[in-house]
């Protein structure tokens, strides 16, 4: 199996590519989208923007032109250090890979670091916790709507009779 120095999530940097005109890539920051490994490539959000025909199968269905990102070698972007205190910053920086514990679980982790400044590329405590917090306000609109549903109201009809 391929491995990627890059995966979906991480903020990342055009190092190859067009410069001028409509299409220029070098040098455009932006999110990852999708990672293949198997074709060694990645979708970078806002670069490489393809236009696909989509004709409208009913009359419901829009028709027309949409612009989707298009798929670019993993070899022509870098990761981009977010940083401020690096002097690497708002450039592709070098990575290393260094071992964390998690404060958690207290296992340990392979991460990806900054080579020049030591920022930490994956932060692990910062997506359990956004995911735990995404999961416990569901849960709670789920028990809300569940309490409203049981609190039903005495129809018109029963009201009407008990008033006479």
Known sequence: MNSLHIKRGDKVIVTVGDTVGDKARKGKIGTVIKASY????????????????????????AGGINAVAGPISANNVALFCGNSAC???????????????????????????????????????????????????????????????????????KAAKTEE
Do not use: L, W
Request: glycine share 4%; aromatic share 4%; charged share 40%.
């Open 87 to 157: 002097e690497k910053y708002n450039r592709a920086t070098r990575v290393k890979h260094i071992m964390v514990t998690d404060p958690k679980t207290g296992k340990q982790k392979k991460v990806c670091a900054c080579c020049k400044c030591g920022y930490v590329f994956d932060q692990i405590t910062e997506k359990k916790a956004a995911k735990t917090a995404a999961k416990a306000a569901v849960e709670d609109k789920k028990t809300k709507t569940d309490k409203k549903a049981t609190e039903k109201k005495p129809s018109r009809k």
């Open 38 to 61: 198997e074709d060694n490539t990645v979708i970078v959000e806002g670069v490489n923007m393809q236009k696909h025909h989509k004709k409208a199968r009913s009359a419901k269905d």
